[in-house]
């Protein structure tokens, strides 16, 4: 339902109120959703997932000295969720490793909840 003809408010309303939407302007155009999945591994370069960055950067072989370290720092008081990170692996690292274990967590900010920054940069730095 679109107010084609413009809208009015209660002036006690309209003094509170910046704008009213959606009333006369088409909606914004939306991507579709796209299922996660299996599939997502093997689109191409449309996600960037473990098995596609892998590819983008030619890299074809994985760290194996057991001595090899990894570091992420934490994002605007962010930290990340080992559930999370196992349930990303799961979805995405089939066929390939994806970490080495459970995360070290070392320094003196270790705590926090997960954000979207903090566990972006640990799924891809561990895929």
């Not at 009333?23 to 299922?35: K, Q, W």
């Not at 299996?38 to 001595?67: I, M, Q």
């Not at 490793?97 to 070392?106: A, D, I």
């Not at 705590?111 to 979207?116: D, E, F």
């Amino acid at each position: 339902n679109r107010a084609l003809k413009g809208y009015l408010l209660p002036t006690a309303v309209a003094a509170a109120v910046d704008f009213v939407a959606p009333t006369t302007h088409i909606p914004g155009v939306h991507r579709p959703a796209v299922p996660v999945g299996t599939d997502a591994n093997v689109s191409g370069f449309g996600f960037n997932t473990p098995k596609n960055l892998r590819k983008l950067y030619s890299v074809d072989v994985e760290g194996k000295a057991s001595n090899n370290k990894q570091a992420v720092t934490a994002f605007l008081e962010q930290g990340h969720t080992t559930g999370s990170l196992k349930t990303f692996w799961k979805m995405f690292c089939g066929g390939i490793t994806c970490g080495k274990g459970e995360p070290k967590l070392v320094g003196d900010a270790v705590a926090g909840s997960a954000g979207t920054e903090s566990m972006l940069d640990i799924e891809t730095i561990t895929g």
